[in-house]
């Protein structure tokens, strides 16, 4: 970010200024991260400009501002003051030697995009006098932050990040009632989260007619940061919103940085603390997301998470009788609250409640009596979802059910039978397995007759574990022709290559990686399949049936509607009767 920062200055200095020599250099404010070292040396180079100075990140700072002082004056002999010295002697000697300054020579968007990726820049000599050598641009400077320097990742090992850090502290924390989430930033950017924490649950509404959940945007404020407040210093309007909303009777809040609050520096913690000391009761957690300084959208969500569980009350003891939901996120997507019901029903038949859904649709008070739950059970299998379990058993102590939320009968019968015997329910779950097979099997003997036999292609794009489906699929007799996997093709961890961990039919059916929609039209033109199943929707000008199957509900029924709602479609036409109109057909 201080990077297109520094070169959307050079733009308006180059705006204003043309070919002027206005620039001294570059100074850089190390964060002691891997590899920014190396990249501000290559934007310096490719901008021309030598970098003057390395200021190392130290406490010393904080500690000179509490006191309303500068490090130079408290810690003249720091590491700090001396870098800081000696920008100031190279300030006057500018003042003495104009010609030490340099015209202004930013990058353009395509040499941003080589920077940012780690290619060598590209100057294609485009603005005149560039200096070519590192060495001429004083870039040899390191920096006296780090003890030892890490070596650079590789340009093409460095993960893409989708989203960042702070997007997923935010979804996190604004699920919890009774709480406020500060974001501490720009209004757009608390604005964007709000209301990407809310899309889905009103999609399920225009999809099922069912509102999941209240809204979270009013659990969410902003501090507004504009260009002001980032040059001078956020603290001041942080503190003014924390008391605000103490004043108002919130006790329980979470303040989340952003860039923009990160690159500044705002001590937030030391707010935090005068906000606690002064409002007795209140607690604010803090989460040093820094926008995607720390990672992306599933670093900033465990951080959340470790913040969350410091709420619980370890002196709760657990009940045998109660359980944990953990990590509804993903599986629950457009039904969770229906999900939810399926689940609590299972749980029932078995003697078993709901303690606390962490973190979901839960308020302050379940979670300070997490500890409640006698097992946790995880509502997905994926890797944000067993971090989350490792972190409440490593944090708080408490038991975890390695198995997830089960799909199909399957899945469904082994999960029956290992809760009921962690539980002690044994008697219940054997009674219950009896009654789900017999409600499944007979749920789908009606559409077998009309499924029997028929040719199946399954397009999984997004590569998610879809045993349950291919179980279905085999339980009617049909025959699948083969599985389309996406480029990604793991579940949970990336993995080079199919094995048995991905899934228990790698032995009995065609898998084919990297499949995309040219392999489905020619597949469709020389294997004639029966039905497409397809976790995205396929050309239009696939004349074919096909269905588009999202992740279902928990539990069998969901299997039992699906091989009903194929039975429809098979017996349907190809094309709808109303599109035949007007075609002479």
């Not at 940085?257 to 957690?285: F, L, M, P």
Request: proline share 4%; with cysteine; aromatic share 6%.
């Amino acid at each position: 970010m201080s990077i297109y920062a520094a070169n959307n200055i050079l733009k308006g200095i180059r705006n204003f200024d043309g070919d002027a020599c206005r620039v001294a250099g570059l100074i850089f404010n190390g964060r002691g991260l891997d590899g920014e070292e190396e990249i501000v040396e290559r934007f310096a180079c490719g901008v021309d400009l030598p970098i003057v100075a390395s200021i190392p990140r130290s406490q010393l700072f904080s500690m000179a501002e509490r006191e309303a002082s500068t490090v130079v004056e408290m810690f003249p002999e720091s590491q700090p003051a001396k870098v800081i010295t000696g920008l100031s002697s190279h300030v006057d000697n500018i003042s003495k030697d104009p010609g030490i300054l340099r015209p202004a020579c930013p990058l353009d968007d395509d040499q941003m995009n080589q920077l940012a990726s780690g290619k060598e820049v590209d100057k294609g000599g485009r603005w005149p006098d560039r200096v070519s050598t590192p060495e001429a641009l004083g870039c040899e400077m390191k920096c006296a932050s780090r003890d030892a320097v890490h070596a650079s990742p590789n340009p093409m090992d460095r993960k893409i990040l989708h989203t960042c850090a702070t997007n997923g502290a935010v979804h996190c924390t604004s699920q919890i009632d009774k709480t406020v989430t500060v974001i501490h930033g720009p209004r757009s950017c608390a604005h964007i989260m709000a209301a990407s924490s809310d899309h889905y649950a009103l999609s399920a509404w225009k999809r099922n007619g069912e509102l999941q959940s209240a809204s979270t945007a009013h659990r969410v404020v902003s501090t507004n940061m504009d260009d002001h407040i980032s040059i001078f210093g956020g603290a001041e309007p942080l503190e003014r919103l924390l008391r605000e909303k103490a004043e108002q009777g919130h006790r329980t809040m979470f303040v989340i940085t952003t860039c923009a609050s990160g690159i500044i520096g705002d001590d937030v913690a030391a707010v935090a603390k005068r906000v606690e000391r002064d409002y007795r009761g209140t607690v604010v957690k803090v989460i040093e997301a820094d926008g995607n300084i720390t990672g992306e959208w599933d670093q900033g969500y465990l951080d959340a998470v470790k913040r969350v569980t410091e709420l619980v009350d370890r002196n709760v003891a657990p009940e045998m009788d109660m359980v944990n939901i953990v990590g509804e996120r993903d599986f629950f997507i457009y039904n969770r609250e229906r999900n939810f019901r399926i689940a609590s029903e299972v749980l029932g038949r078995l003697g078993l409640r709901v303690n606390c859904r962490f973190l979901s649709g839960c308020d302050v008070s379940s979670i300070r009596n997490f500890n409640r739950g006698g097992l946790n059970l995880l509502a997905q299998d994926d890797a944000l979802s067993r971090s989350m379990g490792e972190l409440l058993r490593d944090r708080l102590g408490v038991r975890l059910f390695e198995l997830p939320l089960p799909v199909g009968l399957r899945e469904t019968v082994t999960w029956v039978e290992e809760l009921s015997r962690a539980m002690g329910r044994e008697g219940a779950g054997k009674a219950m397995i009896e009654e789900l097979s017999s409600e499944y099997q007979s749920g789908i003997a009606n559409a077998r007759p009309w499924l029997k036999g028929k040719k199946v292609l399954v397009l999984n794009k997004y590569s998610t574990n879809i045993d349950w489906l291919l179980d279905l699929l085999m339980d009617l007799d049909m025959r699948v022709l083969k599985v389309g996997l996406g480029v990604k093709h793991y579940q949970g961890e990336p993995r080079s290559g199919l094995d048995t961990r991905c899934t228990r039919y790698l032995n009995a059916i065609t898998f084919q990686e990297d499949y995309g929609l040219d392999d489905l039209r020619m597949d469709i033109e020389s294997l004639s399949p029966d039905l497409v199943l397809s976790d995205q929707r396929i050309p239009r000008d696939q004349v074919c049936h096909y269905d588009v199957i999202y992740r279902p509900d928990i539990g069998v029924r969901s299997s039992v509607e699906l091989a009903k709602r194929w039975a429809n479609i098979v017996r349907l036409p190809h094309i709808e009767g109303w599109k035949m109109e007007g075609r002479g057909q």
